[in-house]
């Protein structure tokens, strides 16, 4: 019989809640007819957000979103976003869809959307095509106590007396590349005055540094050796990583194209480890704590709902499902390095836990996976083994490349032990034995699975809930046997005592 081991006495660290969390940009269907119908509209809605994302969001325990974006934050002016009378602007992907920035979801809205979600908003601030003042100037406007400066005075004006908690702020997004296509040191320089002005306002909200574009190690060894000067001003790296597939179809798919995907997902665990390597080796473990505030998959136009009119629309499947659960799994067991990562996109884009159009609104699998892990959130992560072997995977240059068929990850927290498993085969079930090192189980819990129709199995407008998962009770004795099916997730809840 294979095992997988949880070995309690080997504790990895807290997981933070934050490492659960979402990303939605002024792009495409994210915003506008993604989380946001309007006041007026048939759509179900609280103050214009769709009500059944505001409550699927509710019932993972979302803990943050990034906003507003990704590369629109460099073009973006906080101030076109507030008050009456809101000007229609060039959007950063205007290009692409032809689609202009009404700006009807400013500060304001988007604050609102996170409260009643119960989620934390993550400000991703301009530094391309802006001064210092002007991160200076919106946190004044958002933060400053009532009643104050004229900034929370007219934030009052605009209908909020109380300021905002907005916690996380971004000095600029992708500055490698769509934020300025700067070099490391010029965006290290320009982090260090934006920087300044913010701790010097703003001194206990996070401040988080543009990271590199996936296996970039010249900027993070660049950026650092500039930035490691002012340690006090860095409190988060942030890094991107989109596991890239333009060349086959979304959702009709072979075994090959699926691992394809399943290998990248697993490679993200050697970039956290480069890129640590240089934290730590610029002495900076303690305060550049990894923002993985971009990820997902990114596969070629077209295959969502709106047939390629929401810009990077992607249709989503029991493959992502699996990607997700393999990112969260190697989040959580590098918990100790990673303080938040961000899925990319909430709705109508690319990695989505939603899509929407008008009155439709669905869950994807992805959406099904965090529902599965959210009990982590949390908890202290406890390190994992296993010995069932590997999947052959031939890469693009037809090298023999090789995964892990499980990928697992386990936390406890209150007395209540999590193991969550990924089985990446395409077409080997595992039965296992869970072996618990160092915990007693003490009750009966419960086993989750999700499972689809084969690996391409989606849900759609026509079939919401083709792919959902299904819950059954488990006991101790029941550990000792368990069968996880090909391209399948599971968790695992019970209770536990200390040995
Ligand atoms: O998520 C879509 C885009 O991908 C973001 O705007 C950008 O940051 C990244 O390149």
Redesign the pocket.
């Known amino acids: 019989m294979k095992k997988v081991y949880v070995l309690a006495p080997s504790k990895i660290g807290t997981i933070k809640p934050e490492i659960y969390g979402h990303?939605t940009?002024h792009?495409g269907g994210v915003i506008y007819d993604g989380i946001y119908v309007g006041k007026d509209s048939p759509v179900e809605n609280v103050h214009g957000f769709r009500k059944f994302i505001i409550d699927k969001l509710k019932a993972i325990n979302a803990p943050v979103v990034r906003w507003p974006?990704?590369?629109?934050?460099e073009v973006y002016d906080w101030r076109d976003g507030v008050g009456e009378d809101r000007p229609t602007r060039i959007n950063?992907?205007t290009r692409h869809d032809k689609r202009y920035e009404s700006n009807e979801v400013g500060t304001h809205e988007f604050v609102d959307f996170c409260e009643l979600v119960g989620a934390k908003p993550y400000f991703a601030a301009n530094v391309t095509s802006v001064s210092p003042m002007h991160i200076r100037n919106w946190m004044d406007y958002t933060m400053s106590p009532a009643g104050t400066t004229t900034l929370a005075k007219e934030r009052e004006k605009n209908g909020r007396a109380e300021p905002f908690d907005i916690p996380y702020w971004g000095i600029g997004?992708?500055n490698w590349?769509?934020?300025g296509n700067m070099t490391p040191e010029y965006y290290a320089e320009n982090f260090r005055r934006f920087a300044t002005l913010a701790q010097n306002a703003f001194p206990d909200v996070k401040r988080i540094a543009c990271g590199p574009?996936a296996e970039d190690y010249e900027w993070t060894r660049r950026f650092l050796a500039v930035a490691r000067d002012c340690p006090s001003l860095i409190d988060g790296y942030a890094m991107?990583y989109?596991c890239w597939n333009l060349r086959d179809e979304v959702t009709s798919f072979e075994n090959n194209d699926w691992n394809r995907m399943m290998w990248l997902s697993y490679h993200i665990q050697y970039l956290i480890t480069r890129h640590w390597a240089y934290i730590q080796g610029y002495g900076l473990e303690n305060r550049a704590k990894l923002y993985v505030d971009?990820w997902?998959a990114?596969y070629k136009e077209g295959t969502g709902p709106s047939g390629g009119a929401n810009l990077?629309e992607q249709q989503s499947t029991m493959r992502d499902a699996l990607i997700t659960a393999i990112h969260l799994n190697t989040f959580n067991n590098n918990c100790e390095k990673i303080d938040m990562a961000n899925c990319?996109?909430l709705v109508n884009?690319?990695h989505c836990l939603f899509l929407a159009a008008g009155e439709n609104c669905i869950a994807t699998p992805t959406y099904h996976v965090f529902d599965l892990f959210k009990t982590h959130m949390g908890g202290t992560c406890l390190r994992t083994a296993n010995d069932a072997g590997t999947t052959d995977y031939h890469g693009i240059k037809g090298d023999l490349l090789k995964f892990d068929n499980l990928s697992t990850s386990a936390s406890v927290k209150d007395g209540m032990l999590t193991v969550t498993i990924a089985n990446a085969s395409p077409e080997q079930d595992i039965p296992f034995a869970l072996d618990i090192a160092g915990l007693d189980v003490c009750g009966d819990g419960e086993m989750t699975l999700l499972v689809g129709d084969g690996i391409c199995d989606h849900n759609t407008f026509e079939e919401p809930e083709r792919v959902v998962p299904k819950t059954t009770p488990i006991t101790a004795d029941g550990l000792a046997e368990i069968v996880i099916p090909h391209a399948s997730v599971v968790a695992i809840r019970i209770p536990v005592t200390e040995r």
């Not at 974006?69 to 934050?73: L, P, R, S, W």
């Open positions: 990303f940009e792009i974006g990704g590369c629109y934050a950063w992907w997004n992708e590349g769509g934020g574009n991107h989109y971009e997902g990114w990077y990319a996109q884009n690319l």
